[in-house]
């Protein structure tokens, strides 16, 4: 499958490394030798040599890869979390997100080159924003892996839209 570039995204290519660069800004990246990429016309295409399961996969890999490159620079991509629990809540300190997740200290992460993080304090939402799906992926993991949500309350952050499997309790005595 072909990738249309979009308006405003230029990629150049040299051999096996490619560069993207939009409005959100520019990503490069080298991709295995086997497989062919070519521009014509503000189109992408990737080929391969043989029909070997190997090869078929680069295929499939390079070609996601270099969609994701052109929608990262032209969209962004956006991870959206949300706190859940009494006394729980972000907050952002300049760039810095500060958490209040039921420990004796609050948890400060800063963002990496290139991720921004919004935070909608009252509805205790946290958007971690960025041009590479995999860095954005990742730190949205490493957020949620400071309080993963239990199962008994549902307390911790998960992200929006995530179902937490409840249990009951403990079960009370019969006298």
């Known amino acids: 499958m072909p990738?249309?570039?979009?308006?405003k995204v230029k990629a150049t290519i040299?051999?096996?490394q490619v560069?993207?660069?939009g409005p959100k800004g520019s990503m490069e990246r080298t991709f295995r030798p086997e497989i062919s990429i070519s521009l014509k016309d503000g189109i992408i295409t990737v080929e391969?040599?043989?029909?070997?399961?190997?090869?078929?996969?680069?295929?499939g890999l390079t070609r996601a890869l270099l969609n994701n490159m052109v929608v990262g620079v032209s969209e962004g991509f956006e991870k959206v979390l949300q706190v859940e629990g009494v006394g729980y809540r972000?907050?952002?300190?300049?760039?810095?997100?500060i958490l209040y997740v039921g420990f004796s200290h609050d948890v400060r992460v800063s963002p990496p080159e290139g991720i921004t993080f919004d935070v909608d304090a009252r509805a205790?939402?946290?958007?971690?924003?960025?041009?590479?799906?995999?860095?954005v992926g990742h730190i949205a993991a490493d957020i949620r892996k400071i309080r993963p949500p239990e199962p008994y309350k549902g307390k911790g952050?998960?992200?929006?839209g995530e179902y937490v499997r409840r249990k009951a309790g403990k079960a009370g005595k019969v006298a």
């Open 3 to 7: 990738i249309v570039l979009p308006d």
């Open 14 to 16: 040299n051999g096996n």
């Open 19 to 21: 560069r993207v660069e």
């Open 48 to 59: 391969r040599p043989s029909d070997e399961p190997q090869i078929r996969a680069y295929h």
């Open 90 to 97: 972000p907050e952002l300190d300049g760039k810095d997100l």
């Open 124 to 135: 205790r939402i946290i958007k971690v924003q960025g041009i590479d799906k995999q860095l």
């Open 157 to 160: 952050i998960r992200y929006q």
